[in-house]
């Protein structure tokens, strides 16, 4: 598997756990709601700047 592969399938995986923490927002404890969003945002700035390092490098 190669870099773009690893980066498809974080892609799809933040977009999944996202997608989970919107949808359930009202049954997810209270507790738990904050981590997640934190995970789910940490998560998507790591994925955006993977994402935007791997279109600046390909041409390398």
Request: charged letters at 10%.
């Amino acid at each position: 598997m190669n870099d773009t592969t690893n980066l498809a399938i974080l892609i799809v995986l933040t977009l999944l756990l996202g997608g989970v923490v919107v949808f359930y927002k009202d049954t997810i404890p209270q507790k738990l709601k904050r981590g997640l969003a934190i995970a789910v945002a940490l998560m998507l700035l790591l994925t955006f700047i993977m994402t935007a390092y791997t279109l600046f490098t390909m041409g390398s």
